[in-house]
């Protein structure tokens, strides 16, 4: 995906350049590529970006830690404010008061917009946080021992015995 170069936008028709994706994202790993469109408006002094996309991720159930996919919808907007840097700004000594109205995303007016990132953030901050296979998955079963019950762990290791007898000591 191609950055667009901001000033471009004030010559295009609407002030606007619609991008149709179907690639996939540097960075993000997915089944599927990423599909859908991004629309990005030049309003000013401030850009508006619009966008709709989907793909398929594979994910690991923070239960029982199997893995399973996921569709990840992204539709979203965000409003990214035009100004010259913070860093080109002459401060003295170096240091400078942060309002809060200043903690904005902002793009240099003569910069590029890289959509292909803008994007790879959405699709991040649309992974669901609490990761789960199923909504009644019971997590990783344990026998009333304590160890995982799988044929494996119920066979004790003959280098172990001793230890498990001496554990069979305490716990008795």
Partial sequence: MEAIYIPQLL???EQTEK???RDYLP???TL???QGQVRVTHRGNYLEVVAQAETIVTLTCDRCLQQYNQRVLVDTSELIWLQKSVAEIDVEGGEREVALHDLVETLDP???FLADEWLYEQFCLALPQRQLCDAQCQGIPFNSQGSEATPAAAEVDRRWASLEALKGQFWN
């Fill in 11 to 13: 010559g295009a028709p």
């Fill in 19 to 21: 991008l149709q994706i």
């Fill in 27 to 29: 960075g993000l790993e």
């Fill in 32 to 34: 599927t590529p990423v």
């Fill in 110 to 112: 003569e910069g590029h």
